[in-house]
């Protein structure tokens, strides 16, 4: 504690005895930092439980204050500084926090108490880490005092309870997905406000520096960066500056319809003088991606319309998935207008395979409460590339775009889609690139936010060019969305990713990635399989069949390292689904994986 701090008045902390002092065996923790590193990987996951116990406590604390000292009053204390305002002074005091930062712990505490009880409780469990509670809370305060509050709680708690790994963006994604859909009427006239609220700022910064900034619509801030990082890229690698200083850079040459250039000087370089305006005139065009399905772009449906019904009333040969590109060229800084939108329409969901007469179904009385408490209509969702998602309204409104092309990702029937393209089995088709990155929308890695429009199709099991039948075939299956760096961790480094199909869920897939330390962690808990329950309903074809090369053609001599890391790694990944329960994911039989090559 420090000189000024409560111990210096005496005043015990809790438990009396100061946590350094406290014996590490009885709170669960090793007496030693002198582990292996397997050791203090599972030391660190465990310690990553005990903080959301440890934040559960505070926030439990923080809401007993508030029961004890505003519940009573709250509703009618309309004084200045009211019994809240002196509660979170209580708190600041005591903490030697700021009145801001301990009123965001007492918003976040009644919040958790009051809105989100189950939340709550995987807060206490070490489900979800105690720096998505933030996020959860700030994404549903929407639903505060909505009939279908308990529900969205429920929702998100099942969710983060499934098996497998979280990021900041699928949280936020997952949150966003559970109130847009339930309440389209309030998510629409929250969005009009905002749009009416969008401004322009500047702020001055310190040692001679500024900060500009715009709000706008979610499409055009993703295309002003688009253009933005575009132009910035025009250096050589000897450019000095970093990534977000050229992109600075960059800005004010748009604006100011002035060269950009490479501050490397050399007199060879052929970027020393870039036309801003030239760079985007001529640019290709720019993709922004968007994923929805066919009701969404229909609008809001009867809360109490089954999916079995919706699927028969709407079993079209344009079911399946669409995409929607909108484009247009970049011109100049105040012509970056809407580009490209990819919209997935799925009409089909898991729901909709099992049909229930109503005879057959039991009366039950909290059954019919939570039946009530649904609102009258209930509207998709949109999903953007790299920003999240938005309300199937705001879908609707991009719709609407004149430029905007639908392109059906299929044709509407069981016909499967190719998976390669013909000339290149290596080559996953258009489809399946399309399928693959609508489907885990980030970078599979465990806690990776980057989109996966932004990063590379990664093989699974690596390609054999020598033998493409041995393995690791470009297939729907065989394909995963991994940023650059992962990518390049996963190919140069000991770590072991692996891909298999869901035997209890088909269509679905189980991630796993193993360290190299043996450790392994389950990859992403909420896809694009989640938000969009029909994506797994696309069939692709397996790919075409591949013929040894001729005997004069073969190596004479492949990599060897290459060739047994290859090899390990399909041996480690045979290991791992035959051994690992995968807290309590079910692995396939041992006669479905593929042999240990």
């Not at 420090?2 to 923790?29: C, E, F, K, T």
């Not at 990082?229 to 992109?247: I, N």
């Not at 190719?418 to 990155?437: C, E, G, H, K, V």
């Not at 990518?487 to 193993?514: A, M, N, S």
Request: charged share 25%; aromatic share 6%; glycine share 6%.
């Amino acid at each position: 504690m420090s000189d000024r701090g409560v111990g210096a008045v005496n005043a015990a902390q809790v438990g009396g005895v100061p946590w350094p002092a406290r014996d590490p065996a009885a709170l669960g923790l090793p007496a030693s930092f002198d582990l292996p590193v397997v050791g203090h990987l599972d030391a660190l996951a465990d310690l990553a439980a005990g903080a959301g116990y440890l934040e559960w406590r505070r926030y439990r604390h923080a809401a007993a204050l508030h029961t004890e000292l505003v519940l009573a009053e709250e509703d009618r204390d309309e004084r200045a500084v009211d019994e809240y305002a002196q509660c979170a002074a209580r708190i600041a005091t005591a903490l030697s926090v700021s009145q801001y930062v301990a009123e965001r712990l007492l918003d976040n505490a009644v919040a958790l108490r009051d809105r989100l009880p189950r939340v709550f409780e995987c807060l206490r469990d070490g489900v979800v880490s105690p720096t998505f509670i933030r996020t959860i809370v700030s994404r549903t305060e929407l639903i505060h005092g909505r009939p279908y509050q308990e529900q969205v709680d429920a929702d998100i708690a099942a969710a983060l309870r499934k098996p497998g790994s979280w990021s900041t963006a699928r949280v936020r994604d997952l949150c966003d997905q559970m109130v847009y859909r339930r309440d389209p009427d309030a998510v629409r006239e929250r969005r009009e406000e905002a749009l009416k609220g969008r401004c322009f700022f500047t702020e001055a910064g310190l040692d001679g520096m500024g900060t500009v900034g715009a709000t706008m619509s979610a499409e055009r801030a993703a295309i002003v960066a688009r253009v933005v990082e575009r132009l910035a890229a025009q250096v050589c690698r000897h450019d000095s500056r970093t990534k977000g200083a050229r992109a600075s850079d960059a800005l004010f040459a748009l604006v100011k319809h002035a060269p950009f250039g490479c501050d490397c000087a050399r007199p060879e370089c052929a970027f020393a003088a870039v036309d801003a305006d030239e760079v985007a005139a001529n640019a290709a065009r720019i993709v922004i991606h968007v994923v929805t399905d066919t009701t969404t772009l229909t609008g809001p449906v009867p809360a109490n319309t089954t999916p079995a019904k919706n699927a028969a009333e709407n079993a079209q040969p344009e079911a399946h998935a669409q995409a929607r590109d909108v484009d247009t060229a970049a011109a100049a800084a105040e012509q970056v207008v809407a580009d490209e939108v990819t919209v997935e329409e799925v009409v089909v969901d898991e729901a909709a395979a099992v049909a229930v007469e109503p005879e057959a179904v039991p009366v039950d009385e909290a059954a019919v409460d939570e039946a009530a408490a649904e609102p009258e209509l209930v509207d998709g969702v949109g999903f953007v590339a790299g920003l999240g998602i938005i309300s199937g309204a705001h879908v609707r409104d991009l719709a609407t775009d004149p430029d905007a092309i639908i392109r059906p990702l299929g044709d509407g029937t069981d016909t499967p889609l190719p998976a390669t393209q013909p000339a290149d089995p290596y080559r996953p088709s258009t489809a399946l690139d399309t399928f693959i990155r609508a489907r885990d929308r980030y970078c599979t890695w465990p806690g990776c936010n980057t989109p996966a429009w932004d990063g590379d199709l990664d093989h699974i099991t690596e390609y054999d060019h020598t033998h493409p039948e041995r393995g690791g075939q470009t297939s729907a299956t065989g394909l995963g969305a991994k940023c650059r760096f992962h990518h390049l961790l996963k190919t140069f480094g000991d770590f072991v990713d692996d891909q298999y199909d869901d035997p209890d869920h088909p269509g679905r897939i189980i991630r796993t990635f193993t360290i190299p330390e043996g450790r392994t962690i389950l990859g992403p808990a909420h896809t694009g399989f989640d938000t969009h329950p029909g994506l797994d309903m696309i069939v692709f074809g397996d790919p075409p069949a591949t013929r040894p090369p001729s005997p004069g053609s073969e190596p004479t001599r492949p990599a060897p390292r290459t060739e047994q890391k290859h090899a390990r790694r399909r041996q480690e990944r045979n290991r791992n689904r035959l051994r690992n329960n995968l807290n309590g994911v079910r692995p396939p039989e041992p006669d479905d994986a593929p042999p240990p090559f």
